[in-house]
């Protein structure tokens, strides 16, 4: 009777079990995919970029060619939620089908349907053709996507853009233009929807130019009502290595694209330095940088911010001391060997701070040249990690040392005191 009455428990408890609803898994997505135009640092076309993103780390594979049967691919064996693949030696003027697959580190794959992008025209320099450059879609979201893009002269200039390739009637929105640097948000556009756009330029005297046409796939979801969040401040210690003497670098994140205002005052009234900053350009990842600041004084700051949908935020206060301009002498046979004399930057070893800060180069410098970081950067690595951890030098001035080498760098003068040299204003003239 006991064991008739064990195993109808048993089998009450296996079919109770059966139906728990089972563990799903995360599914894999492909998202937000960008067609654009890749151009060298001189305005000459290499290819075109396909970006995008994944819901979960995947390699990447294109296959691409002028008929659904493709012919040729490229991809990146590398695992990554966000992608980038250049596809080069392409015909002018031609119409090109393409196809996504990734794969997760479990086999899992996932393709999207045939997609196709056209390349430009191969327009030989006319008197009023203006060259446009640099244009980039900085970023994407469920109902817009942002452009920028740079001429050699000031002009008016707009996006047009359709759902369809024929440009006959766009839709058109109008760039903010600051200088030769021009930004666009195109917005109030449908989820998961394919878009043709391209950039144009004009004056008053018939000048013109048009970039080529390009795509973008909006996102499959809204960010409208997600909260605009300011995260990741600094600097947050007096140990933060972009804090010197006369310099700060002011760093945060958002979660959405955002433009921001940031004001810097000293705590002691009649000390000079500081001010408001405001940034021109939309972004998640946000810098501004203070000069001309007062050596060991104490200084505050606030960030307020404003996305792409209109929503608001702003920062308490965040405060730092600047560094003294002459520190106290180490103790011979300490740990640490610590100078500094005349212009010279702080040489502390701290090996953790090093690593960290090197890893974090090399991932800059990969987005900034490609992932085709030249061979300048290997050989003069040393250098390049000792400025960027201790010398104060930004992200600017280590990718300019990278392209045109020479002393754009300095390997043991700070980035303030270096930049405003005699030696340096010499060599930045020639």
Same mark, same amino acid.
């Given at each position: 009777?006991?064991?008739?009455k064990l195993?109808? /428990?048993?089998?009450a408890i296996? /079919?109770?079990?059966?139906?728990l609803?089972?563990?799903?898994s995360?599914?894999?997505?492909?998202?937000r995919i960008?067609?654009?135009? !890749?151009t060298?640092?001189?305005?000459g076309?290499i290819?075109? &970029?396909?970006?995008?993103?994944?819901s979960?780390?995947?390699?990447?594979?294109i296959?691409?060619?002028? *008929?659904?049967?493709?012919?040729?691919?490229?991809?990146?064996s590398?695992? %990554?939620?966000?992608h980038?693949?250049?596809?080069v030696n392409?015909?002018?003027?031609?119409?090109?089908?393409?196809? /996504?697959?990734?794969t997760?580190?479990?086999a899992e794959?996932t393709?999207t349907?045939?997609?196709?992008?056209?390349?430009?025209?191969v327009v030989?320099?006319?008197?009023?053709?203006?060259?446009?450059?640099?244009?980039?879609v900085t970023?994407?979201g469920?109902?817009?996507?942002?452009? *920028?893009?740079k001429?050699?002269? &000031?002009?008016n200039?707009?996006?047009?853009?359709?759902t369809v390739?024929?440009?006959?009637?766009?839709? !058109?929105?109008?760039?903010?233009?600051s200088? %030769?640097q021009y $930004?666009v948000v195109?917005?109030?556009?449908?989820l998961?929807?394919?878009y043709?756009?391209?950039?144009?330029?004009?004056?008053?005297?018939?000048?013109?130019?048009?970039?080529?046409?390009?795509?973008?796939?909006?996102?499959?979801s809204?960010?409208?009502k997600v909260?605009?969040?300011?995260?990741e401040?600094?600097?947050a210690s007096?140990?933060?290595l972009?804090?010197?003497?006369?310099t700060?670098?002011?760093?945060?994140?958002? %979660?959405?694209?955002a433009k921001?205002?940031?004001?810097l005052?000293a705590? $002691?009234r009649?000390?000079?330095?500081?001010? !408001?900053?405001?940034?021109?350009?939309?972004?998640?990842e946000?810098e501004?940088?203070? /000069?001309?600041?007062?050596?060991?004084?104490s200084?505050?700051f606030?960030?307020?911010?404003?996305?792409?949908?209109g929503?608001?935020?702003?920062?308490? &206060?965040?405060?730092?001391?600047?560094?003294?301009?002459?520190?106290a002498p180490?103790?011979a046979?300490s740990?640490?060997?610590?100078y500094?004399?005349?212009w010279?930057? &702080?040489?502390?070893?701290?090996? *953790?701070a $090093?690593?960290?800060?090197a890893? $974090?180069?090399?991932?800059n410098l990969?987005k900034?040249? %490609?992932?085709?970081v030249?061979?300048?950067?290997?050989?003069n690595?040393?250098?390049?990690?000792?400025?960027?951890?201790?010398?104060?030098?930004?992200?600017?001035a280590i990718?300019?040392?990278?392209?045109?080498?020479?002393?754009t760098v300095?390997?043991t003068?700070?980035?303030f005191s270096?930049?405003?040299?005699k030696?340096y204003?010499?060599?930045?003239k020639?």
């Amino acid at each position: 009777m006991k064991l008739h009455k064990l195993s109808s /428990i048993i089998i009450a408890i296996l /079919i109770f079990v059966s139906w728990l609803p089972q563990a799903v898994s995360a599914q894999l997505i492909i998202d937000r995919i960008t067609v654009k135009t !890749k151009t060298n640092d001189k305005g000459g076309v290499i290819g075109m &970029q396909i970006s995008f993103y994944t819901s979960l780390p995947t390699t990447s594979r294109i296959d691409y060619g002028t *008929t659904t049967d493709y012919g040729f691919f490229n991809g990146s064996s590398i695992y %990554n939620t966000y992608h980038e693949v250049v596809l080069v030696n392409l015909k002018s003027d031609t119409t090109y089908h393409y196809r /996504i697959t990734v794969t997760t580190s479990q086999a899992e794959q996932t393709s999207t349907l045939d997609y196709t992008f056209k390349t430009g025209k191969v327009v030989q320099p006319a008197g009023n053709q203006v060259a446009i450059t640099d244009v980039n879609v900085t970023n994407v979201g469920g109902t817009y996507f942002v452009v *920028t893009w740079k001429t050699t002269g &000031q002009y008016n200039g707009e996006i047009r853009y359709n759902t369809v390739e024929n440009f006959v009637k766009p839709a !058109k929105v109008k760039a903010v233009r600051s200088g %030769n640097q021009y $930004e666009v948000v195109v917005g109030k556009l449908k989820l998961n929807t394919k878009y043709y756009w391209q950039a144009y330029v004009s004056d008053k005297d018939g000048n013109t130019g048009t970039s080529s046409v390009q795509t973008i796939t909006t996102a499959v979801s809204s960010d409208i009502k997600v909260p605009l969040v300011i995260s990741e401040i600094s600097p947050a210690s007096q140990a933060d290595l972009r804090l010197t003497d006369t310099t700060a670098v002011v760093r945060w994140r958002t %979660n959405l694209p955002a433009k921001a205002d940031v004001s810097l005052k000293a705590t $002691e009234r009649r000390v000079k330095g500081g001010g !408001k900053i405001k940034e021109g350009l939309y972004a998640t990842e946000h810098e501004v940088i203070y /000069i001309n600041l007062i050596p060991n004084k104490s200084y505050v700051f606030t960030i307020a911010a404003r996305d792409i949908h209109g929503k608001k935020v702003s920062t308490g &206060q965040f405060g730092f001391i600047t560094k003294a301009t002459h520190p106290a002498p180490q103790v011979a046979g300490s740990s640490t060997s610590c100078y500094r004399a005349g212009w010279t930057y &702080q040489q502390c070893r701290n090996l *953790t701070a $090093e690593r960290a800060k090197a890893l $974090e180069l090399k991932q800059n410098l990969n987005k900034k040249f %490609n992932n085709r970081v030249p061979a300048s950067a290997l050989r003069n690595w040393y250098t390049l990690v000792n400025a960027y951890t201790y010398g104060g030098y930004p992200l600017e001035a280590i990718v300019a040392a990278v392209k045109h080498g020479g002393k754009t760098v300095h390997p043991t003068i700070g980035f303030f005191s270096w930049q405003n040299s005699k030696d340096y204003k010499d060599y930045i003239k020639k």
